[in-house]
Antibody, heavy 120, light 110 residues
Framework: QVQLQESGPGQVKPSQTLSLTCSVSGGFIRSGGYHWSWIRQHPGKGLEWVGYISYSGSTYYNPSLTSRLTISVDTSKNQFSLRLSSVTAADTAVYYC????????????WGQGTLVSVSS | QSVLTQPPSVSGAPGQRVTISCTGSTSNIGGGYDVHWYQQFPGTAPKLLIHGNSYRPSGVPDRFSGSKSGTSASLAITGLQADDEAYYYCQSYDHSLSVVFGGGTKLTVL
């Protein structure tokens, strides 16, 4: 059973860059067949898709975030990462990493989530 | 506002049947894209409940079922139990926006 685990700072200052990493265990990103995803949830709100990346590095971003967002993959470490620049308080959220089978658009495995607060 | 519309809340007594609707448009659900459902308890990650409109992953009880018609989909829960009390989210694909979620529905077991 594959497991995902988010890591990164719990607090970021406004205008700075939010960086998170998702470590995958129990399976290999390089095996293919999946897109590796980020989804966020603002406090007390619903879910918002952020973006995803294939094992080969092809990326797909939420149109509302694309100008500030970079998702990358490191198959040697079995990790993928998110960088969101020029953050504001509106980026405060729980960030989840998740796995998406490439043949469909659902998310079958999720990390536990990590809360990132944007404040000075 | 979410691209997919769900009722903010539904409720039912133990043993009853409840349904949660998810309404989209011709650019997502009505465009032939599948609908998926997730269950989320407070403070925990969402869990996949239904994929491909009506398929249950291994381990999900058959009390949970999904259906889709036109621009809408529904999640039905029969034999309601106290531990079904959670938030439920629908999700699909939109040809303009990519992955989209509903706003979520809080299920209260009376």
């Amino acid at each position: 059973q594959v497991q995902l685990q988010e890591s990164g700072p719990g607090q970021v200052k406004p205008s700075q860059t939010l960086s998170l990493t998702c470590s995958v265990s129990g399976g290999f990103i390089r095996s293919g067949g999946y897109h590796w995803s980020w989804i966020r949830q603002h406090p007390g709100k619903g879910l918002e898709w952020v973006g995803y990346i294939s094992y080969s590095g092809s990326t797909y971003y939420n149109p509302s975030l694309t100008s500030r967002l970079t998702i990358s993959v490191d198959t040697s470490k079995n990790q993928f990462s998110l960088r969101l620049s020029s953050v504001t308080a509106a980026d405060t959220a729980v960030y989840y990493c998740a796995r998406r089978p490439s043949y469909s658009y659902y998310f079958d495995q999720w990390g536990q989530g990590t809360l990132v607060s944007v404040s000075s | 506002q979410s691209v997919l519309t769900q009722p903010p809340s539904v409720s039912g007594a133990p043993g009853q049947r409840v349904t949660i609707s998810c309404t989209g448009s011709t650019s997502n659900i009505g465009g032939g894209y599948d609908v998926h459902w997730y269950q989320q308890f407070p403070g925990t990650a969402p869990k996949l409940l239904i994929h491909g409109n009506s398929y249950r992953p291994s381990g999900v009880p058959d009390r949970f079922s999904g259906s889709k018609s036109g621009t809408s989909a529904s999640l039905a829960i029969t034999g309601l139990q106290a531990d079904d009390e959670a938030y439920y989210y629908c999700q699909s694909y939109d040809h303009s926006l990519s992955v989209v979620f509903g706003g979520g529905t809080k299920l209260t077991v009376l």
